[in-house]
T-cell receptor, first 108, second 115 residues
Framework: DAKTTQPPSMDCAEGRAANLPCNHS???????VYWYRQIHSQGPQYIIH???NNETNEMASLIITEDRKSSTLILPHATLRDTAVYYC?????????FGEGTQLTVNP | EAGVAQSPRYKIIEKRQSVAFWCNPI?????LYWYQQILGQGPKLLIQ????????DSQLPKDRFSAERLKGVDSTLKIQPAKLEDSAVYLC?????????????FGPGTRLLVL
């Protein structure tokens, strides 16, 4: 499974867009990019996933570069409740291998 | 729809004691996962069930950990005997099928402290 690299922490102002980067330079053709988040003292929560194309749902947008070596999760209007650890995961099967993620802190 | 239920939420035991955790997945979810999350780290998969069969237990420390899902619904994870390094949050997750990664729903976890 491809290794991902994420910044350990990021800050964002409430109401602004939060852009969380992820590098996965060794990703292979059949591996998907997934994003989960974990709010303090809760279990992880699925956000979004994609293979090649950009994806959008009610929670976020996922932008994957054309060479697929990196991606960005975008929370368009961050709220205080979006403060969490965000995990970028690259997988080809059903196993999820979590790294240490990015601690996103949304400030008022 | 009800989420993944886990109990107990907290447990404190002494080393060398035994402990068991229970998980009730979302109704209709055939795939069930147990993860271990040590403080400051991401969750690590311990075991994956498809109905009542084991799909992946490659990271389960089988000398002390065991898990079962007898009727393809509820599951229990047991540690016997516990060690200090087993202190962690044990997360249960379920999904409709062992589909490609998305769609795993996690419970709130059981926080274990081994003294």
């Amino acid at each position: 499974d491809a290794k991902t690299t994420q910044p350990p922490s990021m800050d964002c102002a409430e109401g602004r867009a939060a852009n969380l980067p992820c590098n996965h330079s060794t990703i292979s053709g059949n591996e998907y990019v997934y994003w989960y988040r974990q709010i303090h003292s809760q279990g992880p929560q699925y956000i979004i996933h994609g293979l090649k194309n950009n994806e959008t749902n009610e929670m976020a947008s996922l932008i994957i570069t054309e060479d697929r070596k990196s991606s960005t999760l975008i929370l368009p209007h961050a709220t205080l409740r979006d403060t969490a650890v965000y995990y970028c995961i690259v997988e080809s099967g059903s196993r999820l291998t979590f790294g240490e993620g990015t601690q996103l802190t949304v400030n008022p | 729809e009800a989420g993944v239920a886990q109990s107990p939420r907290y447990k404190i035991i002494e080393k060398r004691q035994s402990v068991a955790f229970w998980c009730n997945p979302i109704s209709g979810h055939a795939t069930l996962y147990w993860y271990q999350q040590i403080l400051g780290q991401g969750p690590k998969l311990l075991i994956q069930f498809q109905n009542n069969g084991v799909v992946d237990d490659s990271q389960l420390p089988k000398d002390r950990f065991s898990a079962e899902r007898l009727k393809g619904v509820d599951s229990t994870l047991k540690i016997q005997p516990a060690k200090l390094e087993d202190s962690a949050v044990y997360l249960c997750a379920s999904s409709l099928a062992p589909t490609i990664g998305g769609g795993q729903y996690f419970g709130p976890g059981t926080r274990l402290l081994v003294l």
